[in-house]
């Protein structure tokens, strides 16, 4: 879904106050289904989950992650739900036969960096993850999803935009009360700047939370090859400006804007119409990784998806080395509690 204008502003528009009652409603079923106790896992799992629906940098957290912890020696393995996908799973992710058709556009990316597990039972995922030789589980959202117990829980918040106008679906962009969600949370992660992140931070201080600050970097190869050239940018994600912000940043010469909504189901004939538009106005079509899975879906597209250049990003936080630290710390504490619950009284 695209993600209405109202939802980020402060102002109490007459649509937000219009929505309040089935709000509440949403809110209340959340604030239940999060009480419910997760079953633990044989592995520690890290969560990498946001407040808000879309748009805030989930997945590139998730890959920033387990990046630091493959680094350390770990052997992790991506769980997800697999939006978008038709199999539920659990089912290992195999970019040479799965599409986003069948999986979503997520588990492909994370695919291509580490083994990664499709399951809408998340506990039957971690299962198949420590089957799999999984040293620990990364779950790529499921901040609010109770079915497994985690052991690290980060938040992941565009600094930007922060959680909106602070209320739940359908009135505002949040999964649920932001003061029922707080006690899931062990840390915070700002992607870049604005108020509204520092207001979020301010907060995790005081609920003694871990704050981790973090930016979104283009590819240098990629950007370089669109420096100084006129674009047409187009993406189906979260927040598509944060996109076209980016390219900009990176030099591009953004000429034209075409937004969808987060994982819109591209049709051949609309990426033929972008890149038919682009020819015509001498410009380049680009757009996100995440989009590009989702096009190389398309089987009667021919060839023509070749000429769609993608701007890979990935997400760099600003104390890495304290990142490290805490999650080396959480998942040493994780084993010696799991060690003493297997080896039992005595």
Known sequence: ??????????????????????????????????????????????????????????????????????????????????????LAGPVRVDP??????????????LARAFPTIVARRRSDGAQLAVEGGASLVVMDDGLQNPRLAKDLTFAVVDAAVGTGNGLTLP??????ALAVQWPHVNALVTVGDGPPGAALAA????????????????????????????????????????FFATLREAGANVVRERSFADHHPYTATEVRAILEEARAAGLIAITTEKDQVRIAALADLDSAAGEIRVLPV????????????????KVRETRARLAASTAGPG
Not at 96 to 109: F, K
């Open 1 to 86: 879904m695209r993600a209405p204008a109202f939802w980020w502003r402060h102002d109490s528009s007459f649509l937000a106050r219009l929505l309040r009652p089935p709000a509440a409603l949403y809110g209340a079923l959340a604030a239940r289904r999060l009480k419910q106790p997760g079953r633990p896992a044989e592995r520690p799992v890290i969560c990498v989950g946001n407040f808000t629906v879309g748009g805030a940098g989930k997945t590139p957290a998730a890959l920033a992650v387990a990046r630091l912890l493959a680094a350390a020696g770990e052997a992790p393995f991506f769980l997800t739900r697999g939006y978008g996908g038709r």
């Open 96 to 109: 040479a036969v799965h599409t986003a058709r069948d999986v979503g556009d997520e588990p492909l990316l």
């Open 203 to 242: 907060e995790a201080k005081a609920r003694n939370k871990a704050v981790f600050g973090a930016r979104l970097r283009p590819d240098a190869v990629a950007a370089a090859s669109v420096r100084g050239r006129g674009v047409l940018a187009f993406a189906g994600i979260g927040r598509p400006e944060k």
């Open 314 to 329: 990935r997400l760099v936080f600003d104390h890495e080395s304290a990142m490290v630290r805490l999650l080396l710390q």
């Open 171 to 176: 009135a505002g962009p949040l999964r649920a």
